[in-house]
T-cell receptor, first 111, second 115 residues
């Protein structure tokens, strides 16, 4: 079983639509990160959330860390084709010395 | 300037061979990592390494071994390659060995195909 469960696994939408991606766990984390990976490249960090209930915005992307620090969401407003990619959430393992990734959400935004 | 680089980009080899993947970072980071991404895009940590300790994910076969000639390099050696080793391997680095506390910078990946 994965430490971090992401949903949905796949999402195909039209340009201009809104979407939300979820990252859930039964574990409590000191911090949680979101990465985006484009085909043929490595993941790139989008944001790190640290405080329970924290909300961070990155242009049209809004990230929220759950109050109990067990889950997080990523909301994209007015999606664009350039948002297409694999979105990964990641958090410390229990020992705090390794990063564990969720299974990812593959997003495709059609023009 | 490339922050984290890997060579080769693609590696095709026969089962049973031994191969190496090189990784270099010019960020001055103390910690480097190796990840394996399977065909379903699941990204799994293999090793965390800095000048103080090597942390090995217990699920990694001992055919895989990281070698660090200096702080800027962490190479991955794989012995007796198996079909199931086919995947994309990513090197990454971060400022310190603290899991999710620091941003990890990833290389472009090495696609390994074992025939």
């Amino acid at each position: 079983t994965q430490l971090l469960e992401q949903s949905p696994q796949f999402l195909s939408i039209q340009e201009g639509e809104n979407l939300t991606v979820y990252c859930n766990s039964s574990s409590v984390f000191s911090s949680l990160q979101w990465y985006r990976q484009e085909p043929g490249e490595g993941p790139v960090l989008l944001v790190t959330v640290v405080t329970g209930g924290e909300v961070k915005k990155l242009k049209r992307l809004t990230f929220q860390f759950g109050d109990a620090r067990k889950d997080s969401s990523l909301h994209i407003t007015a999606a664009q084709p350039g948002d297409t990619g694999l979105y990964l959430c990641a958090a410390d393992n229990n020992a705090g010395n390794m990063l564990t990734f969720g299974g990812g959400t593959r997003l495709m935004v059609k023009p | 300037d490339t922050a984290v680089s890997q060579t080769p980009k693609y590696l095709v080899t026969q089962m049973g061979n031994d191969k190496s993947i090189k990784c270099e970072q010019n960020l001055g980071h103390d910690t480097m990592y190796w990840y394996k991404q399977d065909s379903k895009k699941f990204l799994k940590i293999m090793f965390s390494y800095n000048n103080k300790e090597l942390i090995i994910n217990e699920t990694v076969p001992n055919r895989f071994s990281p070698k660090s000639p200096d702080k800027a390099h962490l190479n991955l050696h794989i012995n007796s390659l198996e079909l199931g080793d086919s995947a994309v391997y990513f090197c990454a680095s971060s400022r310190d060995l603290s899991g999710g506390a620091y941003e990890q910078f990833f290389g472009p990946g090495t696609r390994l195909t074992v025939l």
